[in-house]
């Protein structure tokens, strides 16, 4: 396994020769944020400067080129304008997973209402619909359905925090409190995630209904 510890500071290092002052924050998602992580994880990390122009995102490849481990390396970079006005929607999950390193995303937070929550939910629902019908009827990919349904753990993460106002970071943790629903969804995502047996007919209709269910609710 990577020292993450190390590796952060000498990321910290780089990032700081490279951008000094215009760091506005930096943050860790994905299973190192989670503390989830094995050994082919990526390292994700979130990185918004005072702002962001087409030299800086070469700049800051060039950066990442320098450091160990780079085929890992993978994340968020944007300008500080912009991540403020960023549909609040997405920012809900995007707040809620990033582990901050330096600054705070609290402001960012405080934006995202329950309205944000609902499409957050809404937007989810209906993608994971839309592309589950699509690999049903055409590429019939095992790996489009893992993907889809790692989306609809996220989704369910939203519904949750939607009924109770708890948002929980760790899918093993979440799969102990959702309702039955949302609990076949995240045992299948988590089985997936660790190589369990695909049955794409079988679990490409479970999750077709499952959203089909929601976009109803919701």
Known sequence: MIDLTAWINEFLTVLN??????IWFVGLQGSYGRNEATE??????VVILDKLSAPDIQAYRTMLDTLPHRELVCGFLSGKNEIRKWETSDLFQFCHDTR???GSLDDLLQLV???????AIKIGVCNIYHACVHNMLYER????????????????????????????????????????????????????KNGGVI?????SERLFDWSKKWIDRI
């Open 40 to 45: 082919a994880s990526d390292i994700d990390m």
């Open 141 to 192: 990919c095992d790996e489009i359905l893992k993907g889809l349904y790692k989306s609809a753990s996220f989704a369910a993460q939203a519904i949750y925090f939607k009924q109770n106002g708890v948002y929980m970071s760790s899918q093993k943790d979440l799969l102990g409190v959702v309702s039955a629903e949302e609990k076949a969804i995240v045992r299948t995502f988590l089985s997936l």
């Open 100 to 102: 901050s390193i330096k």
């Open 113 to 119: 209402d329950d309205a944000a929550v609902t499409r």
């Open 199 to 203: 049955d794409f007919e079988e679990m």
């Open 17 to 22: 020769e490279s951008f000094k002052d215009r």
